[in-house]
């Protein structure tokens, strides 16, 4: 995603209860891990 320097997206879709937050906090804590934030692991 850096290296192509063109805007991304995500969409998460589901139910209620099906896990959309718990699976955006993964997906952000993994970006911001390769992006190299120190922020990786203070995403609560």
Do not use: C
Not at 18 to 40: E, R
Request: net charge positive; no cysteine; aromatic share 6%.
């Amino acid at each position: 995603m850096l290296s192509n320097r063109q805007d991304q997206s995500i969409v998460l879709m589901g139910h209620s209860n099906s896990s959309k937050s718990v699976n955006t906090k993964l997906i952000m804590s993994y970006l911001f891990k390769i992006a190299g934030s120190s922020n990786a692991t203070n995403f609560n």
